[in-house]
């Protein structure tokens, strides 16, 4: 069986490159070979720094039964969901059709033309609260595609409709003060933020609460800087200053642990904007710190899981305090580098390097902005005949492996 994944740009994909599972990376290949086939496709969506793939990775996708059926009946495409962000959320939007619970593993099936037809996210080796077994579902797909063919097609041809007409819709003028004001109807009055659990930082909108008060706008200023004091004070900000991805529970308890690049970057701004000095001091160390390669540009990511006291679980390195962190070995960085993501931490250290007068700020910015110019940007002649040059920036690289 070929290894496809061994040298990829993605440290998601390479962390599958041993399973039994004969994995594709994206492309139109994939889907050729389940047409010349004709069975239908599996894509599964992950990070590297997502529990659920992991815990999915290690009960489903390495044992050699489920590996083997899995082979004989699909194909396989393994998708880093922040490699190919328009892969996620594209099916994404069509998994919703299927599950509420959208999130990571997401595993959708489709025709071998890419059109979706079932999806779910994690599901257990065997079944489990009210969930179905893999097994079960991998039965379940393949009894629907070869006696419910028709059925399957009308369901991919449905959820394409649905989704083309949700893009075609007409744009409509925004009132702003009446979006602050059912803003302001959703927060939670007793834990802060907004809604219930699980509960998550949501930078874009407190980007627009700030971009309001910027205006004089009261009630957005008052707004964004309750839900930004409640964050800073609540689990979901590490003791290093690094903000985990979401709480689990609605009063920002038990954080899924994984921190990412984007979140970090953005919450600099924000933060750095609101004046709240010390907080967002705090996020660009954690940045500078942890983050930042030896190259000058920013991983992706810090897994959720580690190795403490002999045994590898979920968050329990960051239970500890810094003295005890000192002997243990930190969560691993996913250390792939994305354009889009290092360009929001290059934003966010220069603005707040200079709202905050940090000039080593700023020349942080400006070391991984010279990188990705240097290391992420190719010329290409322009498609249409002619000598036209363009400038394309890369997706993303690993040690020298880059990926367009």
């Known amino acids: 069986m070929p290894n496809r994944l061994a040298h990829a740009a993605s440290p998601y994909l390479r962390s599958h490159a041993d399973n039994p599972v004969d ?11 389940a047409a010349r086939r004709d069975v239908p496709v599996l894509v599964s969506i992950g990070y590297s720094t997502c529990h659920w793939c ?3 990775a290690r009960e489903s996708f390495s044992d050699p039964g489920l590996a083997e059926f899995l082979n004989e009946h699909f194909v396989a495409i393994k998708v880093d969901r922040e490699e190919h962000a328009e892969v996620d959320s594209t099916y994404l939007a069509a998994a919703a059709a299927f599950t509420e ?44 595609w070869r006696d419910r063919r028709e059925e399957v097609e009308r369901n991919g041809e449905a959820i ?51 971009a309001r008060a910027s205006l004089g706008d009261a009630a957005a200023r008052a707004l964004a800087e309750r839900t930004l004091d409640t964050m800073a004070s609540s689990p979901l900000r590490d003791i290093d200053g690094g903000f985990f991805r979401y ?4 009063d920002w308890s038990e954080p899924h642990y994984e921190r990412m690049l984007y979140d970090n970057a953005q919450l600099l701004a924000v933060y750095a904007l609101a004046g709240r000095h010390e907080v967002a001091a705090g996020i660009a160390t954690f940045l500078l710190g942890t983050l930042r390669l030896p190259n000058g540009c920013f991983a992706s990511a810090q897994d959720s899981e580690s190795t403490v006291g002999g045994a590898r679980v979920e968050g329990e390195y960051y239970l500890l305090n810094a003295a005890e962190r000192g002997a243990e070995v930190a969560p691993a960085l996913d250390e ?4 889009g993501w290092n360009g929001l931490a290059i934003g966010a250290l ?5 709202l905050l007068e940090r000039p080593d700020w700023i020349a942080a910015a400006r070391v991984a902005a010279d990188v990705l110019l240097a290391e992420h940007r190719r010329s ?25």
């Open 54 to 56: 992991h815990v999915m």
């Open 160 to 210: 394409l409709e649905a989704l083309s007409h949700r893009h075609a819709a007409e744009p409509v003028a925004l009132d702003f003060t009446r979006i602050v004001s059912e803003l302001e109807q959703f927060e939670d009055t007793v834990s802060g933020g907004f809604g219930g659990a699980p509960k998550f930082p949501v930078t874009p909108v407190l980007q627009f609460l700030l």
């Open 101 to 144: 619970n959208l999130g990571w593993p997401l595993n959708v099936f489709v025709t071998p033309t890419g059109r979706a037809f079932f999806a779910g996210t994690y599901w257990p080796p065997t079944p489990a609260h009210g969930h179905p077994a893999f097994r079960q579902i991998l039965d379940a797909v393949l009894d629907a």
């Open 380 to 404: 290409a002649l322009a498609a249409a005949g002619g000598p036209v040059v363009m400038q394309i920036l890369l997706r993303a690289s690993i040690d020298g492996v880059q990926s367009t």
């Open 247 to 250: 709480a689990t529970r609605r």
């Open 23 to 33: 994995w594709w990376a994206w492309g139109p290949e994939p889907f050729a070979e």
């Open 336 to 339: 792939k580098v994305l354009t």
């Open 350 to 354: 220069a603005s707040a390097g200079t």
